[in-house]
């Protein structure tokens, strides 16, 4: 974009905010030289935890890391199916492939965005072992059903929390809900390491002990390798940085779930949808994401006025090339492909000022009244 006059987001402004903490965080590692795992590692590790409500938390070097090992914690192999949705990002599913297992896709629920409850019991098989709901945009599925459904089944329950970190579902912290938890802290996640990082969560002390020792080439001592694992450990720079940031992360929520009152505000009489935050949840806005019966039309008019947008996803994983052998075609999933036609995000992040966001709104306005009006879901 040639004029950019409000940035999708700005990991710069997050940075600056934070500079003596990140910079000594940073000077901690490279005295110590604990590259890998180490201290720091472990310290964050016990504060995720603790955030999360757990009992455990496994550091990684990145969420697409973290559903691969809680998949193979959970005993989930070739011959087996696993419960996700196709409106998300594509590691949920892979990670399923990664396990040699089948991803069986659901519809969404059309106003959260996130797994039916209603389409899972009769997507279960004898194969199924696992339900994996996805926790999109901040937002957590709607748990309750899902749990009840699992545990009539006999089956595990592994939250994909990429991108929910402090979310919660009546009350409780999402990572704690499922059996285990996967999250992501790629750094524009709302907890975002300076690089690559992940972790999983949970308050089972055998799929704890699995994780870790899968992320270290399946080792339970030096060189004694129990189980087939890989190098998915946590970086020493990462663990200390998430630490610090972990300590701002509840202010960065307010900031996020602020902008998008205004947001709401100034955008409650256009032609645009909102989004929900569902009765059960607190919605912690990874993104903000509007839908527009002419998206592309929207995004192409905030572009002419230098408004970044993304979005998240514009083909969801059944219609993606590289997954087209499982075999759903065209017409498979309408709310997931609806909502892929029509979802916009626009900018968030907790130091957008209210000047940008009003600018932002404005110019969504501007180009709404031009799109035909009436979405439908
Ligand atoms: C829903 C979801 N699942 C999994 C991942 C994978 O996380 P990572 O990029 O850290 O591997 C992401 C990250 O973008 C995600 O948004």
């Known amino acids: 974009m040639a004029n950019v006059k409000v940035p999708y987001l700005d990991l710069k402004a997050q940075y600056q905010s ?7 965080a940073i000077a901690r590692v490279l005295d110590s030289c604990q590259f890998v795992l180490g201290s720091e590692v472990a310290a964050f590790e016990q504060d995720f935890a603790k955030y999360c409500g757990t ?5 990684l070097n990145s969420g697409t890391s973290a559903l691969h090992l809680a998949l193979l914690a959970g005993k989930v192999g070739p011959g087996d199916e696993v419960i996700t949705v196709p409106f998300t990002f594509v590691a949920s599913v892979a990670a399923v492939l990664y396990a040699g297992a089948r991803p ?14 209603a389409a899972v019991e009769a997507a279960i098989t004898p194969r199924t072992k696992a339900i994996l709901p996805v926790h999109l945009y901040g937002q957590s599925a709607d748990m309750d059903p899902i749990m009840d459904l699992a545990r009539r089944h006999g089956l595990v329950v592994i939250e994909d929390a990429a991108q929910a970190h402090g979310a919660k579902y009546k009350g409780r912290p999402v990572g704690s809900i499922g059996d285990m938890a996967c999250f992501s802290f790629y750094p524009g996640k709302n907890l975002g390491a300076c690089g690559e990082g992940g972790a999983v969560t949970t308050n089972n002390p055998e799929y704890a002990r699995a994780v870790r020792m899968l992320r270290d080439w399946g080792q339970d001592r030096k060189y004694h390798h129990v189980l087939r694992g890989y190098n998915y450990r946590m970086e020493g720079f990462q663990g200390a940085i998430l630490g610090v940031k972990l300590r701002h992360l509840d202010q960065w929520t307010e900031a996020r779930r602020a902008v998008v009152q205004q947001y709401n505000e100034l955008l409650a009489n256009s032609d645009i949808e909102t989004p929900v935050e569902m009765p059960w949840a607190r919605h912690v806005y990874h993104v903000y994401t509007v839908r527009s019966a002419d998206r592309d039309g929207l995004q192409a008019a905030l572009t ?13 994983v059944h219609m993606q090339p590289a997954y087209a052998d499982l075999g759903y075609g065209p017409g498979a999933f309408p709310r997931a492909e609806a909502a892929a036609k029509q979802v916009l995000s626009l900018p968030l992040y907790p130091e957008i000022t209210r000047e940008a966001v009003a600018q932002v709104a404005s110019a969504v306005q501007k180009a709404s009244v031009k799109t035909p009006a009436g979405v439908s879901s």
């Open 18 to 24: 934070i500079k003596p903490e990140i910079d000594a």
């Open 55 to 59: 009992s455990d938390c496994i550091a």
């Open 304 to 316: 002419t006025e230098g408004v970044q947008t993304g979005i998240h996803y514009p083909v969801p």
């Open 104 to 117: 069986v896709l659901v519809d969404i629920e059309p106003r959260s965005l996130t797994m039916d409850p």
